[in-house]
């Protein structure tokens, strides 16, 4: 199986401020990683060199005064948009390239360039909304990627969002549409405090949200429980002809702002399941797109491999933190967690089997 | 004074510089060996006060003929990651990305799987040693009780990221580093102070090569390359070397060889690199039993072989090669024109595929066979003095062109040169130099060290910056430090010495 990654040294140019938590260190460990692992000259593995989105393709998603905003407080830098979003010099060409490295991923999937493909894009996207960017987000990458497929005439595309934070900007841009499975796992409560079970989507789009709160110390088996419970048996039944993800790595259990406690593994195994899913159900096209992930030492590198290993077909049995770091994950297991998580997929169940047969 | 020698794989070419840059070229032939050869320059020069470089094709003849005979035990410590049990023996430990020993070995495991051990020689190699060395250090210590120091290649000492090479590479360096060794031993009863010339056309001392002698591999190509250039000056060619065994092509461009990254041998991708060249197998040695052979049995008869060979047909044409006449007696009754002819023609089809409008021919059949070559491709032609010794020529004439692989951890205040990790460099700096500082820390280590080595100043005014990466280590909202990785390398070329 080949697997495209879309990298760019220019993600790494990216930086709000040197000790935010979305900063450069995020990726420059992981390349390491890669490196050492030997994935960037691996005969799978296909490095693709990622475009700016075009303002047209920005424009499906974000709107005209947001963009010139945006455009204008970059090339003076200074601006702000929320607490943890200012605006630096020179973002915006960034944040095309980041929204261009969706694309390109997407396209190399459709040319059959690749298999699958990883886009290892810098700002993420995920809670940029049409009007404003947030939380570290500024154009939403993953939303401007599907809007793209949509215009190439796919009319099925799921989108899974397992980042921590629930991806309010994706929610809200494909709220109203029937075309677009958006399915969010997220902690709640959390940073940005939307993303309840009761949140489907409104009109054409009624049933095409569906939101998985998840309770501190969930752990591998609380998500493959919510795999197997949910995400599997929609995804069957809506049948995607794409499937992107938006892989946020701060589930994992040393991330310093989240608490969700997945391991290395853990990621891997459920990118395996997400490959599966697209393998069976759309012929492989699978498009990961990175968003968040602020444990920059001991998870990110192993993450990211995990990932790409997983889209790859590789061995995924040796991925796994070093020994040291797992007292830490002894600590942010709750063994309560998993009564909630069952508690919560059946509210879940409960509020979508109306919309999908498989959940009855 | 510099000696250059380049043991090839049939001759052995010598070339001298004097302080008035006389050069003066010989060629002997391989049995004569390494030992008789330099005592017979040691009766003329002072070794211990020339500068000697040598260029060996010991590395490249092992891995042709011996490399699944000498057998290899690799150990593996990758740690979390892929996995690695194609590559060998898999031990525990872990060092991370940064260079932290995050796992230890455990001592019983690795003595356990030595004393089952029953190959000759053994690769140890960790994930991210290059960061950090300690671990490979640890397992050598305990193999040292089952191996011999000059059985044992460590990763560490390649140099570059990327695990899977890295190993590949080790265990390349564990087949070929006894000989080198011994080479090394034998060269070192004449003089303490030597260089071996590397496959990119770079100089690095032995002691340097004792450690990553997989350096050394195919170095001929680069010294026959930089040789041609010294000896007509022309910046932009096609080399044409007609050597014993095989006919070698290498492009010069800009008045350098290009580089072929990460070779592949045995069908397995290394680290190694070397000057691009492409080889066909006929050369002045070529054994003639009724047509043309790709293969060598033994010298021509010309030089007192007992087979007919290429050399022995060219003399048949009327060309006087060596003692010409036994050759003409033997040659009786063939038709020798049709088959230099072949081979004329064979040489010629493959230059025009490259992208040069002049031939510069070496190798001692260059002068006869060249000027046809030349015009049946349609291209010019200079066969310069000292063409048959080309490739010593070059190796003479190559300045020391170190790298230096550098990572910079100021928030530990430590910066690893070549895998050595040095405390000194940043008690003195703050946790914050800018980039520029850093790189021309490295830049300034490396010039250093290649003075150490003796280098000319002037020839170190040319510094190839070939990787620079850099970000800031942030731990609880505060910035702690730098991490940086810089690779530069003084670029292989002319000794100012010469120029």
Redesign the interface.
Same mark, same amino acid.
């Given at each position: 199986m080949k697997t495209g990654i879309v990298y760019h040294k220019k993600y790494?140019e990216h930086e709000q401020d040197?000790?935010h938590p979305e900063?450069?260190?995020r990726l !420059?460990?992981t390349?390491?990683?890669l490196?050492?692992?030997?994935l960037?000259?691996d005969e799978d593995i296909v490095l693709l060199e990622p475009f700016p989105a075009s303002i047209e393709d920005v424009l499906e998603v974000h709107t005209k005064e947001y963009v010139e905003f945006l455009k204008r407080e970059s090339e003076r830098g200074g601006g702000i948009i929320d607490f943890d979003t200012n605006i630096p010099k020179g973002v915006f060409e960034r944040a095309l390239l980041a929204a261009g490295g969706a694309i390109r991923a997407a396209k190399a999937v459709l040319d059959k360039e690749v298999d699958n493909a990883f886009a290892m894009v810098r700002p993420p996207g995920h809670h940029a909304k049409p009007y404003t960017g947030a939380g570290f987000c500024y154009l939403n990458n993953i939303a401007i990627m599907v809007k793209w497929l949509l215009k190439r005439g796919f009319e099925r595309i799921m989108i899974l969002d397992w980042d921590a934070h629930h991806g309010d900007g994706t929610q809200e841009i494909f709220y109203e549409d029937d075309r677009v499975l958006f399915i969010s796992t997220h902690q709640m409560p959390l940073y940005p405090g939307t993303g309840y079970p009761h949140e489907v989507g409104r009109g054409r789009g009624e049933g095409f949200t569906i939101n998985i709160p998840l309770p501190p110390g969930t752990s591998d088996e609380g998500y493959f429980y919510v795999f197997e419970k949910i995400i599997e048996p929609v995804a069957k039944e809506f049948k995607p002809e794409f499937i992107a993800i938006s892989a946020g790595q701060d589930n994992h259990f040393t991330d310093p702002l989240t608490g969700l406690a997945l391991t !290395?593994r853990g990621y891997g195994e459920l990118m395996r399941r997400a490959v599966n899913l697209s393998r069976d159900l759309c012929k492989g096209r699978l498009v990961a797109v990175l968003e968040g992930g602020y444990s920059?030492?001991a998870a990110l590198?192993?993450t990211n491999?995990a990932i790409i !290993?997983a889209m790859a077909g590789?061995?995924i049995? $040796?991925?796994?933190?070093?020994?040291?770091?797992l007292a830490e994950l002894k600590w942010r297991k709750r063994d309560y967690a998993m009564q909630k998580i069952r508690d919560n997929v059946s509210e879940v169940i409960r509020i979508h089997s109306k919309y999908w047969s498989n959940l009855r | 004074m510099i000696i250059g020698v380049d043991v090839g794989g049939t001759n052995t070419d010598v070339a001298i510089i004097d302080e008035d840059r006389n050069l003066m070229t010989y060629k002997y032939p391989n049995e004569y060996g390494i030992t008789n050869i330099l005592k017979e320059i040691d009766r003329n020069i002072d070794i211990k006060s020339a500068r000697l470089v040598i260029s060996t094709s010991l590395p490249l003849n092992i891995i042709a003929s011996r490399f699944n005979e000498i057998k290899t035990c690799s150990l593996v410590i990758?740690?979390?990651? &892929? #996995?690695?049990s194609d590559y060998g023996i898999i031990l525990k430990g !872990?060092v991370? $990305?940064?260079g932290d020993i995050?796992?230890n070995i455990d001592k019983e495991e690795v003595e356990k799987v030595l004393s089952e051990n029953k190959a000759q020689t053994l690769a140890i190699s960790a994930?991210?040693s290059i960061r950090n060395p300690q671990i490979e250090y640890d397992v050598l210590k305990i193999s040292l009780k089952y191996f011999d120091r000059k059985d044992i290649a460590l990763s560490n000492y390649v140099g570059f &990221? #990327?695990? %899977? &090479?890295r190993i590949n590479t080790t265990i390349v360096n564990a087949k070929i580093m006894r000989e080198v060794w011994e080479l090394t031993d034998a060269i070192r009863k004449f003089t303490e102070n030597f260089f071996y010339y590397k496959g990119d056309g770079g100089i690095i001392p032995w002691q340097v090569a004792l450690r990553n002698p997989s350096e050394l591999y195919n170095s001929s190509p680069a010294a026959v390359a930089y040789g041609a250039y010294y000896l007509t000056k022309e910046e932009n060619a096609l080399v044409i070397d007609i050597g014993g065994t095989t006919t070698d092509f290498i492009l010069i461009r800009d008045g350098a060889p290009e580089i072929e990254e990460?070779v592949k041998i045995h069908g397995k991708?290394t680290h190694i690199r070397c000057v691009k060249s492409f080889s066909i197998p006929y050369g002045g040695d070529s054994l003639f039993d009724g047509e043309l052979k790709p293969y060598r049995i033994d010298k021509p008869i010309a030089f007192g072989g007992k087979h007919i060979t290429l050399t022995d047909l060219l003399n048949g044409v009327g060309e006087e090669v060596g003692n010409f006449r036994e050759s003409r007696r033997a040659v009786k009754g063939i038709d020798c024109e049709r088959y230099v002819d072949y081979y004329i023609d064979m040489i010629a089809k493959k230059a025009k595929e490259f992208d040069a409008d002049k031939i510069i021919g070496t190798g001692y059949l260059a002068r006869y066979l060249i000027p046809e070559i030349a015009k049946r491709c349609g291209k010019k032609f200079i066969v310069p003095k000292h063409s048959e010794s080309a490739n010593a020529v070059g190796v003479a004439v190559s300045r020391i062109s170190l790298t230096l692989y550098a990572r910079f951890d100021t928030e530990r205040s430590i910066a690893v040169y070549n895998g050595e990790v040095n405390k000194e460099t940043f008690e003195k700096v703050s946790g914050h130099p800018d980039d520029e500082e850093i790189i021309n820390s490295a830049i300034n280590k490396a010039k250093e060290l290649a003075a150490n080595f003796g280098a000319n100043e002037e020839d170190l005014d040319d510094v190839d910056i070939l990787y620079f990466?850099s970000? %800031?280590?942030?731990r609880g909202?505060?910035?702690r430090g730098k991490?940086a990785d810089v690779i530069v390398q003084i670029k292989p070329g002319l000794s100012s010495n010469v120029l």
């Open positions: 790494l040197p000790r900063r450069r260190e !420059a460990y390349i390491d990683q490196t050492e692992e030997g960037f000259e !290395a920059v030492e590198p192993y491999l !290993a590789k061995d049995s $040796h991925i796994r933190e070093p020994k040291s770091y | 990758p740690g979390p990651g &892929l #996995n690695y !872990a991370n $990305h940064r995050v796992e994930k991210f &990221l #990327n695990f %899977p &090479l990460r991708r990466s970000f %800031p280590i942030v909202g505060i910035m991490i």
